[in-house]
């Protein structure tokens, strides 16, 4: 079986030496100094300023709208994980859902001014694959009328647009170090700050229940993430850049072979990609479902990602149309993309595909 996607693993004994030390210091927990060491290193790779490490990436959202103290609406996307609109409903906000581009598939920035009311409090919208959203028009927008900006970037981790890191972008930017995601900590997110240092402070205590020595000062949650998690994320951080290279070739291999037949996401200008995911865009769902089915036939699993469309969640309470977005996510699939993929095996993927797409054509 060729899974959908595989964690990189470090070799064994990088892991095991840093996991030894742990039996030594006693230190498993609570700002210990591999999670320092995770933050600065991470700082640093992703020329960040500020990065602060947490739990998982849906804590990473919670954090964002709480820190920012959003409590009523916030125009979305609908096409992304469902962390990204249950994080909203989580904090007892409403999500109000603004239909996506269709080359890019992030949301359509010229129609959020459109979905702007009283209410209005911020714009929480995906790098979705790692494509950025139109992030000048967003800021733009978001300035025009006092928002706040919290991009998902759970996808997005090494992207730069326009020669800064993707996620310098907007008031707070957040990523998902989950095993399924290019750089992962097995469990893990972080949240990044982009609004500077009064922000800090209330993230350190928001991840921390809110408490620092005997001073209790806000409420705060748990989103504290372990030693054994950051010794993971220092030992795959080291192999990230061969980690994307395996995925543009593996991406580029693909290409060869489907882009002629197939449509994709579009990658603006002036973007240094990380290849997150291959999504691939059928005709019909109809279609979609036969090569689902096919390739399943031939030991190879395949990902509806994403399906449904957000705006369509059985326990919303209101009802935002997205054509777009509801149409796209009923022809779109990810094919299996990680660093120990063989290419011979994306030739087969790839070939599979084609073939059953020249008989239909036929
Ligand atoms: C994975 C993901 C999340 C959630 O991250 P977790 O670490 O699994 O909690 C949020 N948004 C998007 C777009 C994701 O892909």
Redesign the pocket.
């Given at each position: 079986m060729i899974p959908v996607s595989q964690p990189f693993l470090p070799p064994k004994d990088e892991y095991d030496f840093l996991i030894t030390e742990l039996w030594n210091t006693k230190w498993l927990t609570n700002n210990g100094p591999f999670v320092q060491r995770l933050e600065v290193e991470l700082r640093r790779h992703l020329l960040l300023p500020s990065l602060h490490y947490v739990s998982?990436?849906?804590?990473?959202?919670q954090l964002a709208l709480k820190s920012l103290g959003l409590t009523k609406e916030i125009i979305t996307t609908p096409f992304?994980?469902v962390?990204?609109t249950t994080s909203i409903l989580w904090e007892q906000c409403r999500p109000v859902f603004v239909d996506i581009d269709p080359q890019t598939l992030c949301i359509d920035s010229t129609k959020i001014e459109a979905a702007i009311t009283e209410e209005t409090e911020a714009i929480l919208a995906?790098h979705?694959f790692g494509i950025p959203c139109d992030v000048e028009k967003i800021e733009e927008v978001a300035t025009k009328y006092g928002l706040k900006i919290i991009y998902?970037a759970?996808?997005a981790f090494g992207v730069q647009y326009k020669g800064r890191s993707l996620l310098s972008y907007g008031d707070i930017a957040?990523l998902?170090?989950?095993a399924?995601?290019l750089f992962h900590t097995i469990?893990?997110?972080a949240v990044v700050n982009n609004c500077g240092q009064e922000l800090e402070q209330s993230l350190k205590l928001l991840r921390s229940f809110g408490f620092t020595g005997e001073e209790h000062i806000l409420v705060g949650i748990n989103g504290k993430n372990s030693e054994f998690h950051a010794a993971m994320g220092l030992c795959n951080l080291k192999y990230i850049e061969e980690i994307i290279l395996k995925r543009k070739r593996l991406s580029k291999a693909y290409d060869d072979l489907l882009l002629n037949r197939f449509a994709r996401p579009h990658i603006p200008e002036d973007v240094i990609y990380n290849y997150s995911y291959y999504p691939l865009i059928f005709e019909t769902e109809e279609e979609l479902l036969s090569t689902q089915c096919l390739l399943r036939k031939n030991g190879i699993e395949s990902r509806r990602y994403f399906y449904p469309s957000l705006n369509e969640l059985p326990y919303l309470q209101e009802r935002h149309d997205c054509p777009i977005s509801e149409k796209i996510s009923k022809r779109i699939l990810c094919l299996p993309l990680f660093s120990d993929l063989k290419l011979e095996e994306v030739d087969r993927i790839a070939t599979l595909i084609l073939e059953k797409e020249m008989a239909r054509a036929l």
């Open positions: 998982n990436g849906t804590i990473a959202l992304s994980f962390a990204t995906t979705v998902d759970a996808h957040i998902s170090f989950h399924t995601k469990e893990g997110g």
